[in-house]
Nanobody
Framework: VQLQASGGGLVQAGGSLRHSCAAS????????MGWFRQAPGKEREFVST????????YYADSVKGRFTISRDNAKNTVYLQMNSLKPEDTAVYYC???????????????????WGQGTLVTVSS
């Protein structure tokens, strides 16, 4: 399984970006997906997660109300729409796939087995 992420870039505070993460293979729709991020000098942290059907989502408190996770199982792709960006959102963003099939979302990075390559988001003040 390969996860190909795209959508990072440089944006001013208050702006928007959308991440996409396309998965290879035919089993994408069977797995929950998540987004994590790692800021310079900090540990990787949970951002958002979505269950295999796309009906249940969770967000870190720091992004709730600003970020939206979604998925299109027909396109094997999960998205992260980021609005009202802040300088503290600057980080490398990673998509990841849950270990278990027909899984819900998870806050914990150890419950994910495949990871995208990471895309850098820089928010200027």
């Amino acid at each position: 399984v390969q996860l190909q992420a795209s959508g990072g870039g440089l944006v001013q505070a208050g702006g928007s970006l959308r991440h996409s993460c396309a998965a290879s293979g035919r089993t994408f729709s069977m797995y929950g997906m998540g987004w994590f991020r790692q800021a310079p000098g900090k540990e990787r942290e949970f951002v958002s997660t979505i269950n295999w059907r796309g009906g249940t989502t969770y967000y870190a408190d720091s992004v709730k109300g600003r970020f939206t996770i979604s998925r299109d199982n027909a396109k094997n792709t999960v998205y992260l729409q980021m609005n009202s960006l802040k300088p503290e959102d600057t980080a490398v963003y990673y998509c990841a796939r849950r270990r278990s099939t027909y899984s819900g979302g998870s806050y914990h990075s150890y419950e994910y087995d495949y990871w995208g390559q990471g895309t850098l988001v820089t928010v200027s003040s």
